[in-house]
Nanobody, 124 residues
Framework: QLQLVESGGGLVQPGGSLRLSCAAS????????IGWFRQAPGKEREGVSC????????TYTDSVKGRFTISRDNAKNTVYLQMNSLKPEDTAVYYC?????????????????WGQGTQVTVSS
């Protein structure tokens, strides 16, 4: 059973950076598409980025293009989300998830395994 654990969240000032990690156990991440989602208070969960299995093909939602970078290190069984130029509207709980499809629709039901989330707060 694949288990995912996010880390790296915290409080950062606008314009700052954070790197989130999604570490897997119980199975290799090689076979999976990994997605990052976020959910702000009172809002629906939204897809942020995803990276396809094995290769480096990635997809980003428009609001984070040019600021966020997703990457994977299969040797470490970990996926990262580098977040730069953070804005207050990026404040949310960030989740990683494993599935088999990476599309710009970021449908949560296409992901079978989810982490518990890590809080990101962007505030001065």
């Amino acid at each position: 059973q694949l288990q995912l654990v996010e880390s790296g969240g915290g409080l950062v000032q606008p314009g700052g950076s954070l790197r989130l990690s999604c570490a897997a156990s119980g199975s290799t991440l090689d076979y999976y598409t990994i997605g990052w989602f976020r959910q702000a208070p009172g809002k629906e969960r939204e897809g942020v980025s995803c990276i396809r299995s094995y290769g480096s093909s990635t997809t980003y939602t428009d609001s984070v293009k040019g600021r966020f970078t997703i990457s994977r290190d299969n040797a470490k069984n970990t996926v990262y989300l580098q977040m730069n130029s953070l804005k207050p509207e990026d404040t949310a709980v960030y989740y990683c998830a494993a599935g088999f499809r990476c599309s710009s629709l970021f449908e949560p039901h296409e992901y079978d395994y989810w982490g518990q989330g890590t809080q990101v707060t962007v505030s001065s």
